[in-house]
């Protein structure tokens, strides 16, 4: 039997679905065995860390087994890589980290073995690829950058070893342009965009909206607050509806906010839309968003898109806009309001097993 172990720092049972679910989904759909293991949990994690519950705690090092094929591992370690923003706790901190993973549990060791592929999200997990390649040298690593790596709390080393870290996998697997340009002088490394549940999206017949124009956001983070003040007063004929954690919404009647809810709910608001909004505030290293999971949802479903114009891609079907600026807001608008949408093409669009079949 094929198992596949992915590596991630986001807990298989959350309410969010990033990349790394989509995966496990697809690698048990194609009959593979499935152990999605989530790292960087310690008692670092017991003060300030969103993911961690006390119900979480019985669950610590074990194997939860979640359906035939799929098994969740929450890997708790006494410490782990964590920028604390202070020099003098990172220094004392510091000395700890090469025993990180020195001692994988038993359990999940067990499970190593038995793995002909593993992958790893980008994290700073991948510290981890020389213990692991001791327990199963004949193994597959890849390691699949979802995202850069110094967008998150990670501390310095780590940045700087990642391009060295990722020259030891087999493939280093990018979803964007921008983050395969890190990497393109290494002869492991691939470009496969974001993949797809489009069964999930074809099947949806019944629209949440009413008449009128629609123009969504999902997401949860760099949400560009100045954008939807100024776009939703130029147009007030358009309603903008604003899925996810996002606080501090302009109180309008022409903006509706629904915050946090599952996936699956979401995916009548993204396939009865008029618009996509990629409206996300600059910030460093941004520029990775240009391809992120909600933009090959917007284009599959076949809807324009307004970005910022730090996230400008080829892709014809986005219209971008300069920061609070309202003329390049109301030009961008209008220009995704009168696209023909059929022009807008999806057969390059991968499904998530096509990507995973890419991995293997």
């Known amino acids: 039997m094929k198992k596949v172990i992915l590596i991630s720092w986001q807990l298989y049972n959350s309410k969010t679905k990033i990349g790394f679910h989509w995966l496990a989904s697809a690698f048990y759909k194609m009959g593979w065995d499935v152990v999605f293991v989530t790292t960087q949990i310690s008692i670092f994690s017991i003060r300030k860390d969103s993911r ?155 629209s949440p909206y009413q008449k009128g124009i629609n123009a969504v956001f999902v997401g949860k983070n760099y949400f560009d607050h100045g954008f939807l003040e100024i776009a939703s007063d130029i147009f007030p004929d358009v309603d903008f509806h604003i899925i996810g954690p996002i606080q501090n919404l302009p109180m309008k009647k022409n903006i509706i906010g629904y915050g946090e809810i599952p996936f699956v709910e979401t995916v009548p608001f993204v396939k009865h839309a008029d618009l996509g909004l990629h409206t996300l505030a600059k910030f460093p290293h941004g520029e990775s968003f240009t391809d992120t999971l909600k933009v090959i949802q917007y284009t599959y479903n076949r809807l324009p898109i307004v970005a910022p114009d730090f996230l400008k891609t080829e892709r014809e079907h986005m219209f971008y806009y300069k920061t609070d600026d309202r003329i390049t807001i109301k030009k961008a608008m209008e220009m995704a309001i009168q696209y023909d949408r059929k022009k807008i093409k999806t057969d390059d669009i991968l499904t998530w097993e096509e990507v995973a079949q890419e991995l293997i």
């Open 52 to 206: 961690f519950k006390i119900s979480l705690i019985k669950n610590l090092n074990k194997l939860v087994r979640v359906n035939e094929k799929l098994t969740s591992y929450i890997h708790f370690t006494f410490f782990h890589y964590v920028n604390h923003k202070n020099n003098f706790l990172n220094r004392s901190f510091s000395n700890l980290y090469p025993y990180y993973g020195k001692r994988i549990p038993k359990n999940l060791t067990q499970q190593i073995k038995e793995s002909s592929l593993l992958i790893f999200d980008s994290t700073s997990s991948i510290q981890l690829i020389d213990e692991l390649k001791k327990i199963n040298p004949s193994a597959r690593f890849v390691y699949r950058v979802s995202d850069d790596i110094r967008l998150f709390n990670n501390p310095r080393f780590i940045l700087d070893r990642e391009y060295e870290i990722a020259s030891k996998f087999n493939l280093v697997s990018t979803p964007s342009n921008y983050i395969y340009n890190k990497f393109k002088l290494l002869p492991n490394v691939r470009l496969h965009y974001h993949g797809i549940e489009k069964k999930i999206f074809d099947q949806v017949t019944i």
